[in-house]
């Protein structure tokens, strides 16, 4: 499966976000918050964590962004990941989970989880289904304190990034 961007003119990148571009990540994930899909984030959260998050540009413009969570020194959790209404069925969101997952290489995590109602897209990548009880770190951490948590939709899948061997 190829990615096929939408319009010929996208000059796509990658990369972590600036501060000055928090409000313009808010912007694209607040229709899904309001939504209830999505649980809402505030600007100093993404401040505090501006080193975890990853934007998609097409030049100037951010298309869309995801986030990672680190839980201890081996499991993190993709978050966040939000693409611009305009801009959504074109693989910017597969674009982002494979360098959210390059990102938990290159900082030593074993796995990633992600708990979401997107499963075919995480799954087309390599994604398996688990139970989140078994992430007891991602249960007492923000699944207890959810106001979602009585009505949770969402599957827990887990990404092994190693074969149990150390790297």
């Known amino acids: 499966m190829s990615f096929q961007p939408k319009a ?9 976000p600036a501060e000055s571009e928090i409000g313009a990540i808010l912007s694209i994930f607040e229709s899904e918050v309001r939504a209830g899909k999505m649980l809402p984030r505030s600007a100093e959260e993404i401040r505090k964590r ?17 986030s990672l969570v680190f839980f201890n020194d081996e499991l993190c959790e993709v978050r966040s990941l939000a693409v611009d209404p305009a801009e959504r069925g074109g693989g ?3 674009l982002l989970i494979k360098a959210a ?20 897209v995480f799954e087309r990548l390599g994604f398996r ?11 007492w951490k923000d699944c207890a304190p959810c106001p979602l948590r009585e009505r949770c939709d969402e599957v827990a899948l887990i990404y092994p990034l190693y074969d149990g061997e150390e790297s």
């Open 8 to 16: 010929a003119e996208f000059r796509l990148g990658i990369r972590p």
């Open 129 to 139: 289904r688990d139970f989140v009880a078994n992430f007891p770190e991602k249960v």
């Open 101 to 120: 997952i390059e990102m938990a290489k290159q900082r030593g995590m074993q796995r990633v989880l992600t708990l979401t109602r997107a499963t075919p």
């Open 50 to 66: 501006i080193t975890d998050w990853l934007v998609i540009t097409d030049g100037d413009r951010i298309l869309g962004c995801v």
């Open 92 to 94: 910017l969101g597969s």
